[in-house]
């Protein structure tokens, strides 16, 4: 291995080892989240609750796939697909929303000069 | 190569480098997960739309879940998260077998636990109180058509968690088996990698799934 370790050697790292301080902390910090994703829903914020789960769920998320998953420390390739992945599901979730959830929008366009009109009846 | 025979071990010869073979693992893995998240993706679409289109009854639907057990299971994933990265931890620091099975059980023992509160006290406590829909469904009276619509979505969702859940316990029983049997060395331990990178995807699937099932209905 060693010629060949010489050859790449511009390419080559060590698979990176996590301190078990970090594995640590991020687990502390994904408890915390769960209890105040928990403690939030119990107060009334309106639409805001739906948005602060899922952010706090977005945030966790994110300690996971960044530390325990190492992605961190991943190549440019393997982030890509991640990426990728992600992009296919925002693509899934937006085309079927722009579908569904308009089909009860009763409203007739008639032509620019009424557009005015359409917007204000939408905001 | 002076010589051919003294491959480092676990190291296939189609690849150039120890690191090279790594990352393929690690992209082919991830080339699954892309998969998986859109396998979830399409449930947490269809929940989307029709929590949109039934937001009372999915908010009642929601009342009948208990926040402490989903809060409970949460929390179990998250050490047993812990647990997993811990023994991969141990593999490539070189630590004795020994310390590397005793996290692997650790991680199989809290996402038995998660399965065990999951089957005690929520499946088999909704199949009593008549919640489970085409199954036990007793509350058809008091209930909105929609409510039957979200149980379904939390047993669909919840139940291929849960099935992931299995599988992956089976992963960590081979896994337990090959670091017996010194299959693993600081040099290789891909095959515990990959498998960790699975156990905290279903790890992430219950972080999404415990808000939106239990928690999003408003318990104020």
Request: aromatic fraction near 14%; glycine fraction near 8%.
């Amino acid at each position: 291995m060693a010629e060949h370790a010489g050859e790449h050697a511009a390419d080559y790292h060590e698979p990176h080892i996590v301190p078990v301080g970090t594995y640590v902390m991020v687990f502390v910090a994904l408890m915390v989240g769960t209890a105040l994703t928990t403690w939030v829903s119990y107060i009334d914020l309106g639409e805001w609750n739906t948005i602060a789960a899922l952010a706090i769920a977005v945030c966790k998320m994110l300690l996971v796939v960044l530390f325990f998953m190492h992605v961190k420390y991943a190549t440019g390739l393997t982030r890509i697909i991640i990426i990728a992945a992600f992009f296919w599901l925002g693509i899934m979730i937006t085309l079927t929303c722009s579908d569904e959830l308009t089909r009860h929008w009763e409203i007739v366009p008639q032509g620019w000069t009424s557009a005015v009109h359409i917007a204000r009846q939408l905001f | 190569m002076a010589a051919t025979h003294a491959h480092p071990p676990g190291f296939a010869h189609q690849f150039e480098t120890v690191e090279q073979q790594r990352e393929a693992g690690h992209l082919g893995m991830w080339i699954f997960l892309a998969t998986e998240i859109l396998f979830f993706g399409g449930m947490f679409t269809a929940y989307t739309v029709y929590r949109s289109l039934h937001l009372p009854a999915f908010i009642q639907g929601s009342h009948e879940l208990i926040v402490k057990f989903g809060a409970t299971n949460t929390a179990v994933l998250i050490c047993s998260s812990l647990t997993m990265a811990l023994a991969i931890r141990s593999a490539q620091t070189g630590k004795s077998k020994r310390t590397i099975i005793l996290w692997l059980l650790l991680t199989m023992a809290l996402g038995a636990a998660f399965i065990a509160i999951k089957l005690r006290y929520e499946w088999y406590r909704d199949f009593v109180e008549g919640l489970i829909p085409g199954v036990s469904w007793l509350s058809g009276g008091t209930h909105t058509p929609g409510v039957k619509m979200f149980m379904c979505f939390y047993f669909f969702m919840t139940g291929l968690h849960a099935l992931h859940m299995v599988v992956g316990l089976g992963i960590l029983t081979v896994l337990v088996i090959m670091t017996a049997r010194d299959r693993f060395s600081p040099g290789y331990y891909a095959p515990l990698e990959i498998s960790g990178l699975y156990w905290h995807f279903v790890d992430i699937v219950w972080i999404f799934l415990f808000p939106l099932l239990y928690l999003i209905g408003g318990r104020y």
